[in-house]
């Protein structure tokens, strides 16, 4: 323990004592400014937060992109930023004796969860920008890295590993550091190598974000009070999924969590997080990863981590295996599910990763399912020449949506009228378009995931008179539509073909990643 820090950790465990001390010489008030209101604690906190599609289109993000929906973030702004730092702000100030020290971060990328990779320049901007700000601040007890676990970067195998190396260069081998992590994350042995904590979101959809950022906070100022020896253990069971199949909602991904969490329960002071990995990052520390960390217990550690392995390489057949519905197919499925009264109903395009398949539309259409809100299809050209031509609500509307790659399908003819222009889903020009019988489709630049069907009701449109949500997600749609019990009916939707996002990872053309040594595509050359 640092010098600086056991002076600190007697500040806290004797302050009846130094307050006696400074009695002596010193006025009450000045006793109280000085001891009572000086934290024991300070903790640099930052965010870098990106879900990589590597094989999307769009080109690689430059460091303007990240500023595109808003500006970086400091201060307040950046302690509010997100579930997973919230959390973290939270608890920290609950305690009362921890300094939040910002550093300067970047938001949300333009594109989201379907922009490839990061530029190594961008990168190196905001991970140098905050390392000067932390240097110029040392020194700090702990370090928080907000983090997802599947930004790609060109150059840069393990981003989140390299952030945490940076750090733990700058602030030296004493300092406790802790990140949080989307369950989407890919990460193996390395980013423990250099930080001391990861914790990861157990639910998809992720109602628990804001318990990582609490657990980060509680498990930082246990280590830096000089309670908690971090001690960890990294498995990689050596199974690869889409993410669609790892909705916590069913077995067997909910029994994965639930026996993370029992082991949680039983033993004191024990943090298990369990990665199922993003196959859309052609990135080395692909799937699934299994993080344990114990107060100076290897042994332990290495327990649980073998236990939390072979169980979900036990599990691996319905784990990694699913046979969705085509869009034909789901077309019968909706239509007799209108036709039995079971609506509202939700269908989830799980696979269309760029915004712009058209395939759906098609097919119901074709099937004569109309009442449907279709949100949302990317456009950007299509929003474009709506607004060189000034078009605005009330007008005809006579132009093709979606279909501008090759996973999109081709483009739809929609001919109909003009409901809504304006910001919405986080863009500051979109459009919502009336067509057929009771349609109504929401044009958008980018892909866009609705969770909640009320993030349809702008302008004068009511989601309660559709029958039919069409929406861009995997899972993070039953939030709002299925585990609310708003729809009666959910039905999730593969795409024609092999494409960017489906279940067939094996059409993907990774050049990092060997399919050979992952299941269900070959076995783990340990398991052979």
Same mark, same amino acid.
């Given at each position: ?247 916590? =909602? /069913?077995?067997? #991904?909910?029994?994965?969590? $639930? *026996?993370? &969490?029992?082991? %949680?329960?039983?033993?004191? +002071?024990? !943090? ?102 279709? =949100? /949302?299809?990317? #456009?950007?050209?299509?929003? $474009? *020449?709506? &607004?060189?031509? %000034?078009?605005?609500?009330? +007008?005809? !509307? ?102 960017? =996002? ?27």
């Amino acid at each position: 323990m640092s010098l600086m820090l056991s002076s600190r950790l007697h500040l806290v465990l004797f302050p009846a004592a130094l307050v006696l001390i400074l009695s002596a010489c010193q006025p009450a008030d000045t006793i109280s400014e000085a001891v009572l209101d000086t934290p024991a604690y300070r903790v640099a906190v930052m965010r870098f937060q990106q879900e990589t599609c590597t094989f999307c289109p769009g080109g690689d993000a430059t460091t303007e992109d990240w500023t595109i929906l808003g500006p970086l973030l400091t201060g307040e702004a950046l302690l509010q930023s997100g579930s997973y730092i919230r959390g973290f702000t939270h608890q920290a100030r609950d305690y009362g004796d921890m300094e939040l020290i910002t550093l300067t971060s970047p938001d949300n990328l333009f594109g989201g969860s379907s922009r490839s990779w990061s530029t190594e320049e961008s990168f190196d901007t905001f991970v140098g920008q905050m390392l000067e700000e932390l240097e110029a601040q040392l020194p700090v007890d702990g370090v928080y890295l907000a983090l997802h676990g599947a930004l790609a970067v060109r150059n840069i195998p393990r981003p989140e590993a390299e952030i945490a190396r940076r750090f733990r260069e700058m602030v030296g081998p004493d300092v406790p550091i802790a990140g949080s992590f989307d369950l989407h994350g890919n990460e193996d042995e390395e980013f423990l190598r250099w930080a001391n904590f990861a914790f990861v979101t157990k639910r998809y959809p992720h109602y628990d974000s804001h318990i990582q950022g609490q657990r980060a906070a509680r498990a930082l100022h246990m280590t830096m009070s000089g309670a908690y020896r971090p001690t960890t253990a990294t498995r990689k069971p050596g199974i690869i999924t889409p993410t669609v199949l790892q909705w916590t =909602g /069913a077995p067997p #991904s909910s029994n994965i969590m $639930e *026996r993370a &969490r029992r082991w %949680e329960a039983r033993e004191e +002071d024990v !943090f298990v997080s369990v990665f199922y990995g993003f196959p859309w990052s052609d990135v080395p520390d692909v799937g699934a990863t299994v993080h344990v960390m114990t107060n100076d217990d290897q042994a332990l550690a290495d327990e649980i981590a073998d236990d939390m392995n072979e169980y979900i390489w036990r599990v691996r057949e319905e784990f990694a295996n699913g046979r969705l519905p085509g869009p034909e197919q789901a077309a019968q499925t909706v239509s007799q599910a209108i036709a039995a009264g079971q609506t509202p109903v939700a269908v989830g395009d799980h696979s269309d990763r760029p915004g712009d398949a058209t395939h759906i539309t098609r097919a119901f259409q074709a099937a004569g399912i109309n009442n449907v809100i279709y =949100g /949302a299809i990317s #456009s950007p050209e299509t929003l $474009e *020449r709506m &607004r060189l031509n %000034e078009m605005s609500v009330g +007008d005809t !509307f006579d132009d093709v949506i979606g279909g501008y790659t090759p996973s999109g399908g081709a483009a739809y003819p929609v001919q109909g009228r003009i409901e809504y222009i304006g910001p919405w889903a986080g863009y500051e020009y979109t459009a919502a378009v009336s067509f057929g019988d009771g349609n109504l489709v929401f044009i958008v630049p980018a892909y866009t995931q609705i969770r909640y069907p009320e993030e349809f009701a702008v302008g004068s449109i009511d989601p309660s008179d559709y029958d039919v949500f069409v929406v861009k997600s995997r899972v993070h749609f039953r939030r709002g539509f299925d585990e609310t019990g708003y729809a009666d009916t959910i039905v999730v939707v593969e795409a024609p073909e092999p494409f960017i =996002g489906t279940t067939f990872l094996d059409a993907l053309p990774y050049e990092n990643v060997d399919l050979s040594v992952l299941y269900p595509y070959g076995t783990p050359p340990e398991r052979r």
